[in-house]
């Protein structure tokens, strides 16, 4: 295990898809590596990978609250500043990457939540997904649902971050 964010790129998903969705504006969706979970180690496999694959939106929430508090406590709320501005993005993007994760789609981190806390007949409809899961992703995508659901979501959740005053 490694804290070394090189580890994780993919270079496809990490790279070549954010190159050609940001400059050609192609819905394209990114990945990382997987980090790699030895189930071996795990006292209750899917109870406890599930608790793992939370862990990653976890994170993104504390690193937003993090970038809410260092904004609350150094800058007036609406300042342009560029510091501000920077804290600002790196709070939705945290906020929005938690929400999305947390689509209850495989590969995301909610499809493995989702697995492992349903009973395994369930559990084994949702593992099925898994080969299909990018699919699902862009019929989600296309379909507004994205737009429609997740977005307004993580706007909720960033307001209550950053209030507007």
């Known amino acids: 295990m490694t804290l070394n964010p090189l580890a994780h790129i993919d ?16 819905p394209l969706i990114g990945w990382a590596k997987p980090v790699p ?9 899917r109870r406890d990978f599930a608790i793992i694959a939370a862990a990653g939106p976890a994170s993104n929430l504390v690193q937003a609250l993090f970038g809410a508090a260092v904004l ?29 994760n947390m689509i209850p789609v ?11 806390i ?15 899961g990018f699919l699902v992703l862009y019929a989600l995508l296309f379909s507004g649902f994205l737009g429609n659901v997740v977005f307004p979501i993580s706007r909720s959740v960033y307001n209550l971050l950053v209030p507007a005053y």
């Open 11 to 26: 270079w496809i998903g990490t790279v070549l898809f954010p190159i050609i969705a940001f400059t050609t504006g192609a």
């Open 37 to 45: 979970v030895n189930f071996h180690n795990l006292r209750a496999p």
């Open 72 to 100: 609350a406590l150094a800058f007036d709320p609406l300042s342009m500043d560029l510091t501000a501005r920077v804290l600002r993005f790196f709070i939705s993007l945290n906020v929005s990457l938690a929400i999305f």
């Open 106 to 116: 495989p590969p995301l981190d909610g499809g493995n939540v989702l697995s492992g």
């Open 118 to 132: 349903l009973p395994e007949q369930f559990a084994r409809l949702i593992d099925q997904i898994r080969p299909w």
